[in-house]
């Protein structure tokens, strides 16, 4: 923790000479507690002295803010897992989070008022000097109370809106990841980090705007609001990047205390350009504002969170955030007042001729947002006032009209305005809440609306001076507009009764207007009493993000006769009469688009970029790719060969080392596993099951090689490998096209299929000779010094155990192993999975014609039968006999591994094929109705159990995975050793039983399936492909 | 040993590259079967050959020289294993394919000839 009071340098520069601001003075500064409104002391005073009576060990105690951010994120999780009618409970959740946020912030109210920054910090990437970073300040302070205490208000209304048929565990996880993650921008005291939280409020947002995912509105919405935010976001990471470089931090803090230090620097405009980049995106503003009308395709209540109050504020909390570092430039001006001034006029000319009642809502913050960012544009300390009220003011009032539109488009069934009439009588006192907030939205006084704009209009004045006009004319404009555009929401509720609805209308539940009628009681409040109401809040959040500069201004409703109050008149009847002349003069009930504007639309030009993008990805796809296999392959092994000549170097001088010697025995293996091996080539075309043999022969005289030169371990595993490996492309060949008869072949080839191949058998002795020479090479050479010294040397007394590869396995590269046993279990569910829609061709649908001889004693019988009372008899006997004596091998080689040739992998590939060997015999039936497995299960279990072993080391304060030997004394069986890494080789030994089971017998259960008559197959088809006993 | 390691090295790794430009999926798959022995010796062999030697270091004192390396043998295991499951998803997409497109050709479909 540290004071948060910047060192007085008082030395930024001030945007423009002349304008007549009144600074604080330097001693003024000092005391930031010296206000000229008694009652705005007095209800300071009031509010600390409340906040004073929470036990001092709550105030902030550790991990505090730090909680603020992630029990959002742990309650998103458990609301995931909810059943999917639990709308009761998951609004509970997600409002006992919203409370408990509350009660941390208030508590956090005295020592935030004093001016401190409260910090919280932890390790991230600390090499790279990047820290976990949560920082509080009276902004901060500011933005969380109005995340939370809007987020409350929303997780009532959506208890509500939400119809009993949505599924709310999904909408009330995004919705609490949300709030966790605008929570973590707010807090975050660290650039980068900011930028993470900032891409997931993008990503929650892109999850609820698609919410009803059924719709085409929706997912379009979400993907252009996606894409165009989450590039902004990009931007913005490459602007802090930057920054981060001139500043030579990331660190908040240090980087608002380097503003001329960034003014001055050469990549100043490249950082402001990019960050401006992520804030208008996100905040709407022009050009690219056209996301926000689509995002209305989200539920009303996540427009009402997301899209009024909280994620659109999140642009321009930003540039309230770097104002002090990088404001006080024409650049600065030009590019955010210049886009604000756009934004502001057009979001709010386009929204009276909006009739859907969302789109019009989305407009007119479009056009809000713009006149904060004129604000922050203009950059003065009293603008930046002006513009944080307002931040809050258009929070209250269009979070209430958001949920208005919702209670209107619930009760009636439509939101268009050209239907919609006369709603006063139905609905009388959602009438009164809409049109008060509707007024707020124009700038009616007494309303908190009319304050910040009648500040908005007095800065406009401040930046002409005398002479230049446009911005208050631009400014009165918008009032105008505003005004037409509120007019034209609230005319709803007047008229005659629409004739029909698609429901009849009513009040909605008590507390489903709640949340509209304490907003709009707020709207009210503040804007009648300002100083006692707001102005504790305001001014904590203006003293923190102004520091020294912090303006004396004046929260009142009433300055007298002055320029602003004119303007506002002249906007308030000029809006009337506007409004009056579109109704009637230009039909505008029944207007369907803007005049002028609807040519600028942003929406077909994001469509027209995105579709060119895909075009050209399409083209470079035509150009360059080809859909034919051998070419790529004939050019991948072409480089293969000739890249190494060109990048190697002079080979190194040859020192011949003492050979092994050379053993006429293994030449003689070699003999005819190279045989094999160019037999089996020779053979794949025609006679699949003789190549498969041959390729397996290759694979035994593999396994045979590892045996032989010293590697028992890899001789085992091969050896399991290969077995269960042509069990499975034997299941795999029944499935494949009938053999080309002799009569069907053609004997004479054609001449480019002759170059072909020849071409092709050149790279293949080629590459064969290449890598010989490679290997040879080597194998000649003395090794160089290795690092397997060090796992020889630690095993026995590091990792507990004598067989070096099980331990080097288990122990030291545990990581890899959990990685690869995780890419197994993958693998595994792809095959599951692509099994399930697995439609064999016509022609390998029946039982092939082998099964089907009639001299085979078992095409009469169903293998069940056959194993049962049929021929197999004796030998299913034997089987079965067999199963729990491979289960105990299974078990040795498992319990041994450590110490002798053995292990996890070849334990748990012994045990499936001890299963596999019963499958093959009984069949599928048999086996099922006799045996439960449920390979899924072994999968999710050896996952489990073997990252609970590496997490187990952290209750121990060690590293991930750290393994430790326990020593036991059993009675009989004498001294056990328990390595942890044990458990972990169990967890591995689950997840190959499991992988090896469920591929072979997802596919094994195919043949099952084609047998079924085709009435049968139709029940069954929507059932998974490996049904039966195995699930 | 060495120059016997070296040619079976070679004739598998010729065989599997002569396999994968074949133009049929079953064809496709042999080679890789082939490819991957011949990887997996290959990499193997980085620690040079050794008989009667297996990393199992029964006591503390020991002479590293007297044993062969352990870590390529480490990373072949798991290739082994990887390569087995590898091997299983490309034959259920081979059959898979095979039964959407009603070819076996690489290609999805019969070439016209």
């Not at chain 1, 509209?516 to 009493?529: I, K, Q, S």
């Not at chain 2, 030697?53 to 480490?74: H, K, V, Y």
């Amino acid at each position: 923790m540290r004071d948060g009071a910047a060192p007085g340098t008082g030395s930024h520069r001030r945007p423009r000479d002349g304008t007549p601001i009144t600074h604080a003075t330097e001693a003024n500064a000092r005391k930031k507690k010296e206000f000229s409104s008694i009652d705005h002391v007095l209800a300071r005073d009031l509010l600390w002295y409340l906040l004073r009576s929470v036990p001092p060990a709550f105030r902030h105690g550790p991990m505090l803010l730090a909680s603020l951010v992630f029990v959002p994120f742990i309650a998103s999780l458990i609301a995931a897992l909810m059943p999917q009618d639990a709308r009761n409970r998951e609004s509970w959740l997600a409002a006992g989070v919203a409370v408990y946020g509350l009660v941390v912030v208030a508590s956090l109210y005295p020592a935030i008022s004093e001016g401190t920054v409260l910090r919280e910090e932890f390790a991230w990437l600390p090499a790279q000097g990047l820290h976990f970073l949560l920082r509080m300040d009276g902004l901060a302070w500011v933005f969380i109370l109005l995340v939370l205490a809007i987020g409350l208000l929303v997780v009532l209304y959506a208890r509500y809106y939400m119809s009993p048929d949505d599924p709310v565990p999904r909408f009330f996880s995004f919705l609490l990841a949300f709030m966790g993650s605008m929570l973590g921008v707010v807090l975050s005291g660290n650039l980068v980090q900011l930028v993470v939280f900032w891409e997931l409020t993008s990503l929650t947002s892109f999850l609820l705007i698609g919410y009803w995912h059924h719709r085409a509105d929706a997912r379009r919405g979400a993907r252009m609001a996606f894409t165009v935010t989450a590039t902004g976001g990009l931007c913005l990471l490459a602007g802090v990047l930057v920054l981060g470089h001139i500043v030579g931090s990331y660190d908040l803090d240090i980087v608002l205390a380097a503003g001329d230090l960034i003014r001055a620097d050469d990549l100043y405009l490249t950082a402001l350009v990019l960050i401006a980049l992520g804030a208008l995106t996100k905040s709407a503003q022009f050009p690219f504002h056209f996301w926000l009308p689509h995002a209305m395709a989200a539920p009303t209540p996540v427009s009402s969170y997301l899209h009024s109050a909280t994620m659109v504020k999140a642009g321009v909390f930003l540039l309230v955030r770097l104002w002090p570092a990088l404001s006080g430039t024409p650049e600065w001006t030009w590019i955010i007042a210049g886009a604000g001034v756009c934004t502001l006029l057009i979001g709010a000319f386009i929204a009276i001729f909006q009739h859907d009642l969302k789109g019009l809502l989305a407009y007119s913050t479009i056009s809000h947002l713009g006149l904060i960012t004129v604000l922050i544009g203009i950059g003065t300390p009293l603008a930046m006032v002006a513009a944080i009220f307002h931040i809050l003011n258009h929070a209250t009032f269009k979070a209430s009209l958001f949920m208005a539109a919702g209670i209107i488009d619930h009760e009636t069934g439509t939101r268009d305005m050209r239907i919609l009439g006369g709603l006063r009588q139905k609905l009388p006192i959602t009438a009164t809440l809409a049109i008060v907030a509707s007024a707020a939205m124009a700038g009616v006084p007494l309303l908190n609306g009319f304050l910040s704009k009648e500040m908005f209009f007095a800065e406009t004045l401040h930046v002409g001076g005398d002479r230049n006009w446009w911005m208050s004319t631009a400014a009165i404009a918008m009032g105008m507009f505003s005004v037409a555009y509120s007019l034209r929401f609230i005319s709803i509720f007047f008229g005659k009764p629409a004739g029909e609805l698609p429901r009849d209308p009513h009040e909605p539940p008590r507390w489903m207007r709640f949340p509209v009628e304490l907003l709009v009681l707020t709207c009210l409040v503040v804007g009648m009493v300002p100083a006692i109401s707001i102005g504790p809040v305001l001014d904590l959040a203006v003293s923190a993000s102004l520091r020294e500069q912090t303006p004396h201004y004046d929260l009142a409703t009433w300055h007298g006769w002055n320029l602003p109050l004119l303007m506002s008149v002249i906007a308030l009847l000029g809006g009337i009469a506007l409004y009056a002349v579109l109704r009637w003069r230009f039909n505008l009930r029944e207007r369907t688009r803007a005049p002028l504007l609807s040519h600028f639309n942003g929406a077909q030009a994001y469509e027209t970029a995105m579709q060119s993008l895909t075009r050209a990805a399409e083209w470079l796809l035509r150009r360059l790719g080809t859909a034919k296999l051998q070419p790529q392959l004939f050019l991948m092994m072409l480089a293969l060969l000739t890249l190494p000549l060109l990048l190697a170097g002079a080979p190194p001088e040859w020192t011949i080392l003492p050979l092994e010697g050379f053993d006429p025995l293994f030449a003689g293996v070699w003999l005819i596993g190279g045989a094999c091996a160019i037999a089996g080539a020779w053979m794949a075309k025609y006679h699949r099951l003789t190549a498969l043999v041959l390729v397996g022969g290759t694979g035994i005289v593999t396994a045979a090689t590892f045996l032989w030169l010293s590697a028992p371990d890899l001789a085992l595993t091969q050896l399991m490998v290969e077995t269960v490996t042509t069990v499975l492309i034997l299941l795999g060949l029944r499935w494949l096209p009938p053999r080309i008869e002799a009569s069907e072949l053609q004997l004479t080839v054609s001449r480019t299929v002759w170059i072909r191949r020849t071409l092709h058998m050149i790279v293949a002795v080629a590459g064969g000779l290449a890598l010989a020479a490679l290997t040879y090479a080597v194998l000649v050479h003395p090794a160089s010094d290795t690092i397997a010294d060090f796992f020889l040397y630690n095993a026995l007394s590091g990792g507990g155990g004598s067989n070096v590869v099980n331990v080097l396995l288990v122990d030291f590269r545990s990581f890899d192993t959990l990685g690869e046993v995780t890419v197994l279990a993958i693998v595994a569910l792809t095959v599951y999975a692509l099994l399930r829609r697995f439609r064999p061709a016509p022609d390998s649908a029946e039982m092939p014609p082998q099964q089907r001889h009639a001299f085979d004693p078992a095409s009469r019988q169903s293998p069940a039968e056959q194993a049962d009372s049929g021929y197999l008899l004796v030998a299913g006997i034997y089987l079965r006999l067999l199963l729990p004596f491979m289960g105990v091998i299974s078990v040795y080689f498992f319990m041994r591994g450590h110490n002798l040739p053995g292990g996890g992998f070849v334990a748990g590939l012994i045990f499936a094929v001890a299963i596999l060997v019963q499958y093959m015999l009984a069949g599928a039936t048999w086996v099922e109705t006799h045996i439960t497995l449920r390979p899924h299960r072994w999968l999710g279990f050896g996952l489990l159990l073997a990252c609970a072993t590496g997490l187990g080391a952290w209750a121990f304060g060690h590293p991930f995975l750290t393994t430790h030997t326990a020593h036991l004394d059993l009675p009989l069986l004498g001294e056990l050793h328990m390595p942890s890494a044990f458990l972990f080789d169990l967890g591995v030994f689950a997840v190959v039983v499991g992988t090896t089971m469920l591929m072979l017998v997802a596919l094994a259960h195919q043949s099952l399936r084609a047998h079924k008559k085709p009435g049968e197959q139709a029940a069954d088809a929507g059932l998974p492909a490996a049904n039966g006993g195995m699930l | 040993m060495e120059i016997v390691i070296a040619l079976a090295v070679g004739v598998m790794f010729g065989s599997g590259i002569w396999l994968i430009l074949r133009p049929r999926t079953f064809q496709l798959i042999t080679g890789l079967l082939l490819m991957s022995y011949a990887v997996n010796i290959f990499i193997f062999a980085m620690g040079r050959l050794s008989v009667d030697r297996p990393p199992i270091t029964l006591s503390p004192a020991i002479d590293p020289a007297q044993f062969a390396d352990p870590l390529p043998q480490g990373l072949v295991l798991t290739a082994i294993v990887i390569g087995f499951a590898t091997t299983a998803l490309y034959l259920v997409i081979m059959i898979g394919a095979r039964g959407l497109t009603g070819s076996d050709h690489v290609d999805g479909k019969e070439p016209r000839e």
